[in-house]
């Protein structure tokens, strides 16, 4: 969702969940594929009713913005992401964790080795970076720190390895040009108004998601 405060930059947060998730289901060539909205996360991805991905999401107005070792962003999601594993809502092992975000990574910091790229990514030093974090108290980040550490070593060590952060995505403006993108049947003259056909097409289907309490996920 978002850290910005203010009610318009909030309602932007969540439609931007509701339209990545749209291109989420486009991006993906996976026949099975299902959706839940606001389920255990911002985005649940299913694969023939089996949980794949849990995507939290984080829009800024700011395209400046930087993800670094103390951002709530990344302490708010390390959080809720603890206490599913603690509760035993998911299984590292089994699912995927992904926080997409359009703010930038800091170089170096512990963001920076949880992204996908082989030739960066570390988990092993990233969770090792985590648990030296929390020794040093910070009051807006605590119920974070204490989810992540209330886990078992072992347990840390699976969700961070299952940990990917997605960096400057697309922000609200640029994710319908994304979703226009993958209409790769529809002429390019004619993508515009299939792209908001769709768009409204799909935003009913989530209000109905929403409405009949996400029971049943949202099929591709």
């Not at 930038?104 to 648990?131: D, F, T």
Request: aromatic residues 6%.
């Amino acid at each position: 969702m978002t850290t910005d405060h203010s009610a318009g930059a909030q309602a932007l947060g969540y439609l931007y969940q509701i339209w990545y998730a749209l291109y989420l289901v486009l991006d993906r060539d996976e026949p099975n594929l299902a959706i839940k909205i606001e389920g255990l996360d911002d985005i649940d991805v299913l694969e023939e009713n089996t949980l794949r991905d849990l995507l939290q999401g984080k829009h800024h107005l700011d395209k400046n913005i930087t993800l670094f070792d103390r951002s709530p962003d990344l302490w708010k999601t390390i959080r809720i992401w603890s206490e599913h594993v603690k509760e035993t809502r998911i299984s590292p092992s089994e699912t995927t964790l992904t926080l997409f975000t359009t703010a930038k990574v800091s170089e170096g910091s512990i963001a920076s080795l949880l992204r996908p790229y082989a030739h960066s990514r570390n988990p092993q030093l990233a969770c090792q970076r985590l648990r030296e974090l929390t020794k040093k108290p910070a009051k807006n980040l605590q119920k974070g720190f204490d989810a992540f550490m209330n886990l078992l070593p072992e347990q840390q060590e699976q969700l961070v390895a299952t940990i990917q952060i997605l960096e400057q995505s697309p922000n609200i403006p640029e994710i319908d040009q994304k979703i226009e993108n993958k209409l790769h049947g529809v002429h390019p003259d004619d993508r515009a108004e299939v792209r908001e056909n769709l768009e409204r097409w799909w935003l009913q289907q989530v209000i109905r998601h929403l409405y009949e309490g996400s029971l049943e996920p949202i099929k591709k």
